[in-house]
DNA sequence: ACAAAAGTGTTTTTAGTACACCCATGT
DNA sequence: ACATGGGTGTACTAAAAACACTTTTGT
């Protein structure tokens, strides 16, 4: 991945500028075409995929830098990004750590690292998926065509998808992963692909509306085959107060 | 809070032994007389208090040190103890920070610490508060009668309360909290502390039992005024499956 | 004219809330 | 005998699940 020389210098940056032990992963789910999809990056010239991470400068706010990395990897920012777990096993960055200190003992990647796991809804459309220094790509993967993702990144991607189920019963999502304007049975299959079951699309759409987040349009989508199906957006105003509220909830 | 002697011979000790930049606070709840309870510090000679919390050894998974740094305060291990959020404001710090780098430049303490927050909820009974090297008492305060706390020690605790009302309308609490055998009255009253506001008994009672996780026991609790209570006590068994499973959850 | 997608109900079931009555015990 | 805490049951209501019929449109 590095030859020495650069593995040097890194070091040398990365002690100068970043949090040591510290590290960040992000989970970044988009939709498209009725997949839901994670951005991974591929290391160069080896077999092996990694999600998208970074470290955290000095003087930085975690959620800055969870914002920076992915803005670095997908060109887009200011979106729903959240803290879900942090993974602190001490084994978990064992090969990778063995790895780097043959080539040089004592550097950066032969610590321990803790990583703070982040995860992103994101609208496919607006993301330019851009490779870091060490991959020789970046692209989308569907969750049931995942390959042999590095170190613990299999975990925690579970554990983000694990999360993003459960957020869905309290929290309305969705804005930061449909289009502007979408039609009521294209955001149901989304609803079916993170909860990965099938839901009735009449009492979807009750609940849906209950929530009192979409705005209906005048015009339905034209041109399709079929009955022409309306087109709805989210309420800005109204999704960030169910955000803020929850949207059911308990005792 | 340290001599100078002290400092030196802690950071040396400190360097060698824990993963810097990284620290545990836990939020220890426990509940006693229908009152909920929090386990605070308070620093010797100062007016100020703050939540148990340690450092992580350099091989030692973070699961492991919030149980050891909550077994040395309290004496008790193997229970519920579950990380809520990390705290990673680059400030959060600053007045402790800048404190010891007058005692000493370039200490442990003076470096930026992001901190795991933990919370566990305990049997009040079975707790031996032990105050640390720095503390002059470690002892239960109401939650309505909490002292100053210091850095963002607050904040880490209202996280953590709202993570545990959270949690209580999806999974089962209240086995690391009451004693062996409890009486529905008293379960009622840990719930109402909890989440703060009353319940009604009678829905209570049934809502409890639907989640088939206790047990009833033949006798009731004699000897107080007014008619016997029956005893419950958790079923482990069901207990654990119910966790693992959440109670109720969504679509 | 018909298949396929979409819109709009209605009925049934379940879970939640509110409320009423009876029982035991100490004063 | 009565006040208090505790056990049990029932009616009402709202939400979730199941299910049916109609409309539009391309072929």
């Given amino acids: 991945m590095f030859t020495k020389e650069e593995l040097v210098e890194f070091c040398e940056n990365a002690n100068k500028n970043y949090l040591s032990h510290i590290s960040i992963d992000c989970v970044i789910f988009g939709f498209h075409e009725g997949q839901l999809k994670v951005l991974i990056l591929k290391v160069k010239n080896h077999d092996e995929w990694y999600l998208p991470g970074g470290f955290v400068m000095k003087a930085e706010p975690l959620d800055t830098a969870a914002d920076r990395i992915l803005k670095e990897r997908t060109g887009i920012d200011e979106i729903f990004l959240q803290q879900f777990h942090v993974f602190g096993d001490p084994e978990r960055g064992k090969v990778h750590n063995d790895m780097y200190k043959d080539i040089m003992p004592d550097n950066w990647f032969a610590n321990r690292f803790i990583t703070i796991g982040y995860y992103a809804l994101v609208d496919f459309e607006n993301v330019r998926p851009a490779p870091d220094l060490h991959s020789e790509s970046c692209r989308w993967y569907d969750l049931d065509e995942l390959p042999t ?103």
Wanted: charged content about 25%; hydrophobic content about 35%; aromatic content about 10%.
């Fill in 149 to 251: 993702l590095m170190l613990d990144h299999k975990l925690i991607l579970n554990k983000a998808l694990e999360t993003l189920r459960l957020q869905l019963s309290y929290q309305p999502i969705g804005y930061n992963l449909m289009p502007k304007e979408f039609t009521m049975p294209e955001l149901q299959r989304l609803y079916e692909t993170i909860l990965d079951k099938k839901l009735d699309r009449r009492n979807f759409q009750r609940r849906i509306l209950a929530f009192d987040i979409l705005d209906r349009h005048e015009q339905p989508r034209k041109g399709g085959a079929h009955k022409a199906p309306y087109l709805y957006s989210f309420n800005v105003e109204k999704y960030q107060h169910a955000l803020r509220q929850g949207l059911s909830g308990g005792w």
